[in-house]
C-alpha cells in the first residue's frame, strides 16, 4: 500500500474515532444540547465570555452574521454553519459530565469498541490471520486514558489509529498471553467504528 492510500485510511480511521467518541459523549448528556441557531449562537456567545467577535471566528462568519443569528433576524443557517454550530455546541455541552465519564473510563470502567473493520495479526496460519471481524470488546481503563489522552492532545492520525489498535489487540487478541505480546496486530478497513464509555 503507498503511503499516500495508508495516509487516507488512517485519517478515515481517525474521523471514525473521532465521530464514535462525538457519539459516546452525546449519549451521556443529561439535558438535551441547544438545537435552534439562535439558541446555540447564545450558549456559544457565553463560552465565548460575549464576543461577538470572537464567536465569529471561531465559526467562520462574519461578526454580522453571528448579530443576526442573536438578533432573530436570521433563523436558517447555510449547511456549513448548521454543521459548525451542531459541532461547537456539543464540544462545549455539559463538559462536568464528559469530564467525569471520561475520569470514569480511565480509572475503573474503560470503554467498551464495537467496530466492524480488518483485523489480525501479521503472522500466517492461525485463527487470528487479518480478516474482517465484528467486534464489540471491553477496553481496559489503562488503554482507554491512552485513547482519550491521544484524542485530547490532538494526536496525528498514525497515533491515535496505533493507540485505538493496540487497545483492541491487547483486550482481544493478546488476552491468553503466550507468544502473542510482540506480534503486531493490523488494524484496518474500518467499516464502522462505536464507542460508548
Known amino acids: 500500500m503507498a503511503d499516500g492510500e495508508m495516509a487516507q485510511q488512517a485519517a478515515r480511521?481517525?474521523?471514525?474515532?473521532?465521530d464514535g467518541l462525538?457519539?459516546?459523549?452525546?449519549?451521556?448528556?443529561?439535558r438535551p444540547a441547544p438545537k435552534s441557531a439562535r439558541a446555540q449562537m447564545k450558549f456559544l456567545r457565553t463560552r465565548e465570555k460575549g464576543s461577538t467577535k470572537s464567536l465569529a471566528e471561531r465559526l467562520g462568519v462574519s461578526r454580522k452574521t453571528v448579530q443576526r443569528y442573536?438578533?432573530?433576524?436570521?433563523?436558517?443557517?447555510?449547511?456549513?454553519?448548521?454543521?459548525?454550530?451542531?459541532?461547537e455546541t456539543e464540544s462545549e455541552w455539559q463538559p462536568q459530565v464528559r469530564a467525569q465519564a471520561r475520569q470514569r473510563a480511565t480509572t475503573s470502567g474503560g470503554l467498551v469498541i464495537s467496530v466492524r473493520a480488518t483485523l489480525g495479526f501479521t503472522a500466517n496460519g492461525?485463527?487470528?490471520?487479518?480478516?474482517?471481524?465484528?467486534?464489540?470488546?471491553?477496553?481496559?481503563?489503562?488503554q482507554a486514558a491512552l485513547i482519550l489522552t491521544a484524542r485530547e492532545e490532538g494526536a496525528t492520525?498514525?497515533?491515535?489509529?496505533?493507540?485505538?489498535?493496540?487497545?483492541i489487540a491487547d483486550a482481544y487478541f493478546r488476552q491468553g498471553g503466550g507468544g502473542r505480546a510482540r506480534l503486531e496486530v493490523e488494524f484496518k478497513?474500518?467499516?464502522?467504528?462505536?464507542?460508548?464509555?
Open 126 to 142: 492461525t485463527s487470528d490471520d487479518t480478516r474482517v471481524r465484528d467486534l464489540s470488546i471491553a477496553v481496559s481503563p489503562s
Open 70 to 87: 442573536l438578533s432573530g433576524a436570521s433563523a436558517k443557517p447555510n449547511k456549513r454553519l448548521r454543521q459548525a454550530l451542531v459541532k
Open 157 to 167: 492520525d498514525t497515533d491515535l489509529h496505533r493507540a485505538v489498535a493496540e487497545a
Open 13 to 18: 480511521t481517525r474521523a471514525k474515532l473521532m
Open 189 to 197: 478497513d474500518v467499516e464502522w467504528l462505536d464507542i460508548s464509555f
Open 22 to 30: 462525538a457519539r459516546a459523549e452525546r449519549a451521556l448528556f443529561t
